[in-house]
Structure formats: structure tokens, C-alpha cells
């Protein structure tokens, strides 16, 4: 593995650094207390082109690498972590799109999700089916014209703020997983609305949203792959999301860890600071050798993905340790911090409340290590 970045990749980051650190990072604590949609941290974002960066250039992308998109995202989560994954639920709208869509789909739909004008979402999570993907129940049906979508979307990131959605709808129950379908559907399409609006743990700014479909029209040519394609479409999205998820978690983890060891350096208890006694720098070794090896699969199951190479497992071994790794860094960073990281004054109770988002979406961490698991027997 090479992870040398080239000069356009440091010129990127620079940017992005400096973006993250003085517009978005001093935005987060009222962006998470107000919980509303960070629009202005969005059009930043767009403004310098970065939700194109792994679109090819003739769809108006900056046609990069996945691991340049993960430097970047890692960079955007450690300032905000609602921002990150507004910012990775693109991906997985656009992912779909550039690996299974027609030349017709990649031209109409690409552009104005690589240039931030419109926002991306994709649906396969109902009330019967999330983990269990080959249940969904939401129905797509073939008529004259297309077809037509019956059914109901949950917690769906990017909710009503997105304007292209894929959505994942069953043309034949009987058929199980092999039944799905992977659609494009627009939003103000006729029988498209929204529904209820989740409150959660942490991330209240991050829209997500129940989809409801009756009787939406979909044309034809808005099918992605064929009709025997969406469970390969949906299963490869999920890989690809791992990444983007993990990454999101490796930022709290590293904003975490930088809250604790800068705390650690000033909180003086019977005449030292706490970073002098063995009990914290165990604490502190163990978080940043945790970070660093989340960063390293991650980086890893990038570079694979980017090599056109099996880059599955390690986006869930990425995804599985990057997760619970911000969950125990969290935890930990509030524990040094004591009484005062139990406080809404300091962002650490906040990112605790975060991190655990991340070890159930996109595949819990139970549904994670079955994954590994699968994987691995499978090697000779």
C-alpha cells in the first residue's frame, strides 16, 4: 500500500483543514443544540467542489480517489460529525449511480450531486428490514410505462433534504433478496412524501426520515442495473458506506482524544497535571493505539476499493473497530475530564452521545463480525 498523497491530494486536505478547523468545528456544539440542518456547512462543502470527488470529471466531478474522499471526510467528521455523515450519505447515493447506472443516469443525475446542488440519499431500511436486507417489503410493480412504488422508508439519512434518492423496492416477494430492485426516484415525484421525523441519542441536526411511496411513478429508464440487480447493488453501496462510516467514527474519536490528552496537559490534581499519572497515559496510549489502528484498516479497505480489489472485509473489520473504538474513546474522554465531561459545556459528552450511532448503522456490530466471519472461512 502507497498512502504518499500527491500534491493535489495536500492542496485538498490544506483547504479542507483549515475549513473544518475555523468555519465548521466552532459551528458544531450549536448545530448539534439547535438541531437543525447545517445548510451553511453544506454549501461551504460545495462550494469547494468536494462532493465530487470521486465523480469523473465529464459528470462535472474532480474524478479522485476513495482514499482522498476518506482524508477528507475524516478531516470534515473530526470538525462535525453531523456534517460528516450528511456529507457520507452522498456517497452512497452516488456510489450506486457511477458503478451500475447508465451512461443516461450517470449524465442526468451525477452533476449536480458532484457540484452540491442537489443532495443524495439512499433507502433500503424499512420497519421489517434493515440487517435483514432480503425483506424489504416496499413494492415495485411494472406497468406501462415503468413502474410503480408502494411502501415505507425509515431512518433514511439525508431525509427530506435530499433531491435524488435511490430507493430499494421488491418486484418479486417470492424471490426473496433476488427480487430487489435499486431505483431512482426524484423528490416532488407524484405519491413521494415524508413522514415522521426521528428524535435520537445525539446528531438531532441529522435529518432522518421516514419515505413514504404510494403509488409513485417510476419510468423506466430510472431502474439502475436491470431488474435482477438491486440486491448486488444494495450489498455493494453498504461496502462501500462502511468506509464512509467508519471514517465518521475515526473523527469523534480523534476530536475526542484531543479534548482528553489537551485537558490531561492542564487539570492539576495534588500538584501535577492528571497527564503525569500512569492511570491517565494508559488511557491516552491505548486511545491514540486504537485510532491508529482504526485509520489503518480504513485507509486500507480504501485503497483496495480504489484498486478495483476485494475490499469487503476490511471495510467491515474498519467499520466494526473504527465504531467501537470511538464508543470506548468517548467514554474514556469523559471519564478524564471528570465531572466537567459530563457537562453540555464541554463538546465530549456530546461526542459519547454520537459515537453510538455508529456501531449500529450500516450494519450493526454484531451484523459486522458475521460479515468478518463469512469472509474468512471462505479463505483458503
Known amino acids: 500500500m502507497d498512502f504518499d498523497l500527491t500534491e493535489e491530494q495536500k492542496m485538498i486536505l490544506e483547504l479542507v483543514d483549515e475549513v473544518s478547523e475555523k468555519e465548521i468545528e466552532p459551528l458544531a456544539d450549536e448545530v448539534a443544540e439547535k438541531g437543525e ?29 476513495y482514499l482522498t474522499w476518506a482524508l477528507v471526510a475524516e478531516r470534515i467528521s473530526r470538525a462535525c460529525a453531523t456534517t460528516g455523515l450528511i456529507f457520507g450519505a452522498n456517497l452512497l447515493c452516488t456510489f450506486p449511480l457511477l458503478n451500475f447506472g447508465s451512461e443516461e443516469q450517470k449524465s442526468t443525475f451525477l452533476p449536480p450531486l458532484a457540484k452540491g446542488t442537489s443532495l443524495g440519499a439512499f433507502a433500503l431500511t424499512e420497519p421489517e ?18 413502474y410503480i412504488l408502494n411502501g415505507n422508508k425509515i431512518f433514511i439519512t439525508n431525509g ?72 448486488k447493488i444494495a450489498m455493494e453501496t453498504f461496502a462501500a458506506g462502511r468506509i464512509g462510516v467508519g471514517i465518521g467514527a475515526l473523527g469523534i474519536a480523534e476530536a475526542a482524544f484531543k479534548k482528553a490528552r489537551d485537558y490531561s496537559k492542564e487539570r492539576v490534581q495534588f500538584g501535577r497535571t492528571i497527564s503525569s499519572f500512569q492511570a491517565v497515559q494508559h488511557i491516552l496510549a ?64 456530546r461526542y459519547m452521545r454520537e459515537a453510538k450511532l455508529f456501531e449500529i448503522i450500516e450494519g450493526t456490530s454484531e451484523i459486522q463480525r458475521g460479515i468478518i466471519a463469512n469472509l474468512i472461512l471462505k479463505e483458503t
Open 129 to 146: 428490514a434493515g440487517s435483514d436486507a432480503g425483506n424489504v417489503q416496499t413494492s415495485a410493480k411494472k406497468d406501462a410505462d415503468g
Open 160 to 231: 427530506e433534504v435530499a433531491d435524488i434518492y435511490i430507493i430499494i423496492a421488491n418486484l418479486d416477494r417470492k424471490r426473496g433478496a433476488r427480487g430487489l430492485a435499486a431505483f431512482i426516484l426524484k423528490k416532488g415525484t407524484t405519491g413521494f412524501s415524508f413522514g415522521q421525523h426521528f428524535r435520537k441519542m445525539g446528531l438531532e441536526a441529522l435529518p432522518n426520515v421516514e419515505l413514504i411511496l404510494k403509488d409513485c411513478p417510476v419510468p423506466e429508464n430510472n431502474l439502475i442495473g436491470g431488474e435482477k440487480k438491486g440486491f
Open 37 to 65: 440542518f447545517p445548510r451553511g456547512n453544506i454549501e461551504r462543502l460545495a462550494s469547494l467542489d468536494l462532493f465530487g470527488i470521486t465523480i469523473p470529471k465529464k459528470y462535472a466531478g474532480l474524478e479522485m480517489d
Open 286 to 349: 491505548d486511545m491514540a493505539t486504537k485510532i491508529e489502528a482504526s485509520r489503518q484498516f480504513l485507509y486500507k479497505a480504501a485503497w483496495l476499493l480504489d484498486k478495483g480489489m476485494p475490499f469487503e472485509k476490511y471495510a467491515s473489520m474498519g467499520k466494526l473497530y473504527a465504531s467501537e473504538t470511538a464508543m470506548w474513546v468517548t467514554t474514556k474522554a469523559v471519564q478524564i475530564l471528570g465531572g466537567y465531561g459530563y457537562m453540555k459545556d464541554y463538546p465530549v459528552e
